[in-house]
């Protein structure tokens, strides 16, 4: 769930003219449209959703079905200048693999997610003892599609445990970034990571 | 959106390779002359840029759309061919035509071999899908037409859209290769030498050599039959038949008691009526021939600019969705746009026959996508 097009505006302005990209979960392939527009990007999609897949060829767009949880192996090594991970890692279930192998096929992996740290969602569990409701978690618990809950520290220390370098971050609120105690304020993060090393 | 249909339409001829011309063949064999049945749809626009090739499977015909003035059946892909259609004939000038080695038009074992005035049966060569792609290339070549605006068909008409992209990539724009395969499986090679020997096990088969005695129609009637269980799925099955019988009960007698059974006899009888048992020999072992994987596709192309859209469908076991993830695999390979969707449905590898309204959506936008000049 997208708090704004705030993400969007971000991730456009991130990458280089040009750039190939891989958007896994591409959705309506609403952001990989503004990609090719704003920055002539080459790009690539992956969606399992029947209904955003004929989104996406309406539009379109090189779009792949399938489940980016049995992996990528189609793809070489470093065969994209980004590849996107936003507003999905909430709802994978191998989180983990997934990340490896965007970073394996990408120079560089853009991820977005809510941040389940925000103030409000720390009020409404410590007060209210109910599962946090927000802008950018805005599911009650039987409905969500989100199987797994992470926040801004919860990413920074998974990254430095597996020798992954942040080059970028971002913080975002509801209509602009955050720049003060963002672990309390961002509603969503966006950061660039890639290997070290790489 | 307006959906008419073409209306009446006739099968055209188109002859070629005439002596002392011939049609170099892949086993090193040759024919001449060669015939092909045609129908189009549409007209062809003024910079001929708006062409697309439609190719038919085993079984099919150049009959794809419209109502036959013959015989007044309807063509065997008209809910995707016409005015407002997925391949609409009021921007498109869409080709179908009949296979070499085919029997419903186009030169195969049952026409006449000119050196004896009579069908060649086995006399005929072994063809393969390089083949018959070669024989439409000549077709499209008679029209003036130098790039194909896409090349589509099914089973073994999207084998054929493959090759028109492998052999001939600077002439296609689009490809849409849909419920096929790089190569044959070795359980699609399996079913096919099962249809084959039910065909050759029959007596009246004579070796090949029965066009003065009549088809042999049982063995034709039991190949056809296995084929139409490998185009269906359980599921399909399950719906289309249960366990329903055709009388109220048993009868205890080696007769067709399931409708399943009375389906598959029905089915079989009258093909027999429309096809001949040599071009099905024929047609399965090009199938059985086909094989573009790995380096075979797109032999010495590094990057292509053909656009590819791939669809396979779930519950097709016949050709298997893994089948068209490889087709994605080697696109992938050559740098291709490729898109790839895995078709809900229940029918079976009937699917792509069947699931005219999915296919409609897709295909539409995909072709809306790459511009007529």
């Not at chain 1, 992470?150 to 971002?170: A, G, H, M």
């Not at chain 2, 499209?140 to 052999?167: K, N, P």
Request: proline share 4%.
């Amino acid at each position: 769930m997208k708090t704004t097009n705030l993400d969007y505006r971000i991730i456009a302005d991130i990458i280089d003219r040009e750039a190939h990209i891989l958007d896994l979960g591409c959705g309506s392939g609403e952001l990989l449209t503004l990609l090719i527009s704003e920055k002539q990007a080459f790009v690539q999609g992956i969606e399992l959703n029947d209904e955003e897949m004929h989104r996406c060829v309406e539009k379109g767009l090189t779009v792949l079905q399938g489940d980016i949880e049995s992996g990528l192996i189609d793809y070489p090594d470093k065969s994209f200048d980004y590849v996107i991970l936003n507003q999905i890692m909430q709802e994978i279930k191998k989180a983990d693999f997934v990340i490896h192998e965007a970073l394996r096929v990408g120079r560089r992996v853009i991820i977005g997610f809510p941040n389940f740290a925000h103030i409000k969602a720390r009020l409404t569990l410590m007060f209210r003892g109910k599962t946090p409701i927000n802008e950018a978690l805005p599911y009650y618990w039987y409905e969500t599609p989100n199987i797994r809950f992470l926040t801004i520290r919860d990413f920074i220390d998974y990254c430095v445990k597996n020798n992954i370098f942040i080059e970028q971050k971002y913080f975002l609120g509801k209509a602009k970034l955050i720049h003060v105690f963002p672990s309390l304020f961002a509603l969503n993060a966006l950061f660039v990571i890639k290997r070290n090393g790489d | 959106m307006k959906s008419d249909s073409l209306g009446t339409v006739s099968t055209q001829y188109f002859v070629f390779a005439r002596p002392p011309d011939v049609l170099k063949l892949e086993s090193g064999r040759s024919i001449s002359p060669v015939t092909i049945a045609y129908e189009t749809y549409g007209t062809l626009n003024e910079h001929k840029s708006n062409a697309i090739l439609v190719c038919h499977a085993l079984s099919g015909d150049a009959h794809a759309a419209g109502i036959n003035t013959e015989d007044n059946s309807p063509g065997w892909w008209d809910g995707l061919i016409g005015p407002g259609k997925a391949l609409d004939t009021d921007k498109y000038f869409v080709i179908c035509s009949n296979v070499l080695g085919g029997c419903r038009g186009t030169t195969g074992p049952s026409s006449n071999d000119p050196q004896t005035g009579k069908p060649y049966a086995l006399d005929f060569p072994i063809i393969t899908v390089a083949d018959m792609v070669a024989a439409q290339r000549h077709l499209i070549d008679s029209f003036g037409i130098e790039t194909l605006l896409c090349v589509i068909g099914g089973s073994m008409g999207g084998m054929q859209a493959l090759q028109w992209a492998s052999a001939y990539p600077e002439k296609v724009r689009a490809a849409i290769p849909i419920a096929t395969a790089l190569k044959h499986s070795p359980q699609q090679i399996a079913f096919d030498e099962v249809i084959r020997q039910s065909i050759m096990a029959d007596p009246a088969w004579r070796d090949g050599y029965y066009y003065e005695h009549g088809q042999p129609e049982r063995g034709l009637a039991v190949a056809r039959m296995i084929g139409h269980i490998t185009f269906m799925s359980d599921q399909s099955m399950e719906e289309k038949f249960s366990r329903k019988l055709k009388n109220e009960k048993l009868s205890f007698q080696f007769t067709d008691d399931f409708e399943v059974e009375g389906y598959l006899r029905y089915r079989g009888n009258s093909f027999v009526k429309r096809f001949d048992a040599n071009s099905y020999l024929y047609i399965t072992k090009a199938m059985d021939y086909f094989d573009l994987s790995g380096d075979k596709f797109m032999p010495g192309v590094k990057k292509t600019s053909v656009k590819f859209l791939v669809i396979s469908f779930k519950s097709d076991w016949l050709y298997p969705s893994y089948q068209s993830q490889d087709i994605v695999r080697v696109l992938k390979k050559k740098h291709a746009s490729a898109t790839y969707f895995d078709l809900t449905s229940t029918y079976g590898h009937d699917a792509f026959l069947v699931e005219i309204a999915d296919e409609t959506r897709l295909i539409r936008n995909f072709l809306a996508n790459i511009k007529v000049n």
